[in-house]
């Protein structure tokens, strides 16, 4: 049986919503939300906008969770939330770290508004090497790479090094279901 190779499963560049380093949080919302209407991706939405540099290379990836943490600059203030998380938090400690660093303060509607106009490259961080995949790995790896990454999708890299397409992780999991559902038969 052929194995199963990334670029097998990945989605090519030219299918995912893109901007700038310079655009806005807005810009980067309407870019996913034009994406349904502009990008064919199967059954599922995207849930991230791939950032460019000046030169059109990938800078990173905007999540939808980037988003979140975006309404509420504040946040940096309490350092890396995702080192820290992997401890756990009890619904305590949660409403400790809302009063202490005065997180989410003034209504919704404000930070909202507020948040429309930052820019991406402020709310991006570099890709780490575990965020990356060469398009020619076996997808059996690439699985790893996710569960142990956390990643809802990894930059899929060619020979050069430059960024070609992502694979997600709701594409893979669609992959084993269908697996799963041909063993049975």
């Known amino acids: 049986m052929k194995s199963i190779l990334v670029e097998d499963l990945m989605l090519p560049l030219s299918e995912y919503p893109t901007v700038s ?24 939405w995207h849930r991230s906008v791939v950032v460019l540099d000046e030169r059109g290379d990938v800078a990173g990836k905007l999540t939808y969770a ?6 509420e600059p504040r946040y940096e203030k309490v350092g890396e ?5 992997r401890f756990g938090w009890s619904p305590e400690f949660l409403t400790f770290m809302v009063k202490n660093f005065g997180l989410w303060e003034g209504s919704f509607q404000d930070l909202c508004a507020k948040a429309a106009g930052r820019k991406v490259a402020d709310l991006i961080k570099r890709p ?3 965020q990356y995949v060469d398009r020619r790995k076996p997808l059996n790896e690439a699985v790893h790479q996710l569960i142990m990454a956390h990643e809802l999708s990894l930059l899929v890299t060619d020979d050069a090094d430059k960024v070609v397409g992502l694979l997600r992780l709701i594409d893979v ?3 084993v279901a269908e697996e799963i559902r041909a063993c049975k038969a």
């Open 21 to 44: 380093r310079d655009a806005t949080l807005l810009e980067a919302v309407v870019a996913l939300e034009e994406a349904p209407q502009k990008y064919e991706h199967g059954r599922h």
């Open 66 to 71: 980037d988003m979140l943490k975006a309404l």
């Open 81 to 85: 939330i995702e080192t820290v998380s």
């Open 128 to 130: 780490e090497r575990t």
């Open 173 to 175: 999991f669609d992959k």
